[in-house]
């Protein structure tokens, strides 16, 4: 809105000037009243983190918070937010005279509309609408010159219960990719009633763009270095970045970004493992799909006699609640056929395990620390993707286990 039609909207609601509110000007209210509020919704809504150099964009816990409440119980009493309280006076003590104004209209506005609809409703002779549009400016504007400061700060207070409409359940467990950015912003202008890409709730610099479609899209090249555990030297995939350096895989500061990729691992590269033992399963012993169940279990929680699909989707829940740094976890293979009346039962069990390591560079004392998971004696990076050479080697040792269980009640 430029400054002319800005100044002249808000001389227009001063209540010296008695001036009727069409409908053109009540939706430019409306508008400027949520621009008033765009830096109070960045200040809560977005945090930043630094990587290699370059920071990046996440909700804050205060978001979070605000959104769980109001998806739980659709709304969120002023009480359990008094940190928030404060944020919310030093706002309201930082506005112009004429800001507060807009607000004061803004938010009695919305409420008389929905009491003039309900009337109408209730009453609907025109007559007496007209008289009722009378008296309500005359209320209106009574409550206008007596709407004080802490009345202000509780209607934007509940204003940002728009935070459900603007971000979503994931965006406030995970990092934010170039994709989440964009339809977080989208879904502020929607809130704003302004075209995308006027206005934006996070904030990008422009030349930061590139850098970033890249890092997220995963354009980086991998390579290998070698680096010192304590197991000697260990050849490590390393993601090839844009300046030249490199970063190994599975070093994951945040830990949004850690949960995201340990439950993006387990749901394609361990499914993909178990789905194939399931085939080999079933040509190697002569059986069906519902002759194989699991148990799925954490160091928290069991789930017992559960197909695949649902225990993967277990492992996934158990990481967003409690995290992949938390994540010790095993599946217990169980496999029944009848042969010659004989009711056959046997199996086996793999752990899963998240952890951290430690490396040192080669040639000199710098460590670095790459997450980790382990099925069994095998270990594999975060980030890095299974081959298919990898696969059968999990495949295998999980065949040859089963099998030794099976050799070992029943014979040859």
């Known amino acids: 809105m430029s400054q002319f039609h800005l100044k002249r909207l808000k001389s227009g609601v001063r209540t010296s000037h008695q001036v009727p509110l069409r409908e053109a000007w009540t939706f430019a209210i409306n508008k400027q009243a949520r621009l008033i509020l765009l830096p109070l919704f960045r200040q809560l809504i977005v945090d930043w983190y630094e990587e290699d150099g370059v920071k990046f964009p996440m909700i804050s816990d205060v978001a979070g918070s605000i959104y769980r409440r109001v998806v739980d119980f659709g709304d969120f009493p002023v009480d359990e937010l008094i940190p928030i309280r404060k944020i919310m006076r030093d706002f309201v003590q930082t506005l112009k005279p004429s800001d507060k104004e807009l607000l004061k209209f803004y938010f009695l506005g919305s409420e008389l509309e929905e009491n003039r609809l309900f009337q109408h409703k209730q009453n609907p002779d025109l007559n007496s609408l007209e008289e009722d549009l009378v008296e309500d400016g005359r209320i209106f504007l009574e409550q206008v010159s007596a709407f004080t400061d802490e009345q202000l700060e509780s209607y934007v207070l ?38 995308y890409g006027e206005i934006a709730l996070i904030e990008v610099p422009g030349e930061e763009w590139d850098y970033w479609e890249r890092v997220y899209e995963e354009e980086r090249k991998t390579i290998g270095k070698k680096l010192n555990s304590d197991e000697g030297l260990e050849w490590l995939e390393c993601w090839l970045l844009p300046d030249g350096n490199f970063k190994v895989k599975g070093n994951l500061n945040f830990p949004g970004a850690r949960d995201k990729v340990a439950i993006k691992w387990i749901h394609e590269d361990m499914e993909s493992v178990l789905v194939m033992l399931e085939t080999r399963l079933m040509e190697t012993y002569g059986i069906r799909e519902q002759d194989i169940n699991y148990t799925f279990f954490t160091k928290r929680k069991n789930l017992e006699n559960v197909d695949l699909s649902t225990g993967m989707n ?67 990076q975060l980030e890095s993707q299974l081959s298919m050479r990898e696969m059968e080697r999990v495949i295998q040792t999980l065949l040859d286990k089963i099998n030794a269980d099976y050799l070992k009640v029943y014979g040859s």
């Open 158 to 195: 509940q204003e940002l219960t728009e935070i459900e409409n603007i971000i979503s359940s994931g965006d406030c467990l995970n990092s934010l990719e170039v994709g989440d950015i964009i339809r977080i912003n989208e879904n502020f202008s929607d809130y704003l009633d302004m075209p």
């Open 314 to 380: 277990f492992f996934k829940g158990q990481i967003e609640q409690y995290g992949a740094d938390d994540f010790e976890s095993g599946i217990k293979y169980h496999l029944v056929r009848e042969v010659r009346g004989d009711h056959q039962i046997w199996g086996a069990q793999t752990s899963i395990i998240i952890k951290k390591q430690f490396f040192e560079l080669e040639d000199q004392m710098d460590l670095v620390s790459a997450w980790l998971i382990y099925v069994d004696k095998e270990v594999f």
